[in-house]
């Protein structure tokens, strides 16, 4: 079993930037697909940026130029760097993680873009 806590969401101003982390309870990274996902209310669950084994990254259309996906195999731990952060950007941010037959899901943390 892992178990995934993401991090580093809060109110930020439109124009800004966050920070979110996904931190796993063991080393997973190097054979793992890790995703960032959000939800905003009202809206589906949708994939916004996804590392495969501590490597290759994926961009939603949506978010590329913006935000940059990267992973730390030392400390099990997957990034989401958000800049230019807009409203459309709120949602609560959610990390997957996929082990061979298993999935796994973080408890989400709360991304608030606001004046």
């Known amino acids: 079993q892992v178990q995934l806590v993401e991090s580093g969401g809060g109110l930020v101003q439109p124009g800004g930037s966050l920070r979110l982390s996904c931190a796993a309870s063991?080393?997973?990274?190097?054979?793992?697909?890790m995703g960032w996902y959000r939800q905003a209310p009202g809206k589906e669950r949708e994939l916004v940026a996804s590392i495969i084994g501590g490597g290759r990254t994926n961009i939603a259309d949506s978010v590329k130029g913006r935000f940059t996906i990267s992973g730390d195999n030392a400390k099990n731990t997957v990034y989401l760097q958000m800049n230019s952060l807009n409203p459309e950007d709120t949602a609560v941010y959610y990390c997957?993680?996929?082990?061979?037959?298993?999935?796994?899901w973080g408890q989400g943390t709360q991304v608030t873009v606001s004046s």
């Open positions: 997957r993680a996929v082990t061979g037959r298993y999935e796994y």
């Open positions: 063991r080393s997973i990274f190097s054979f793992s697909f």
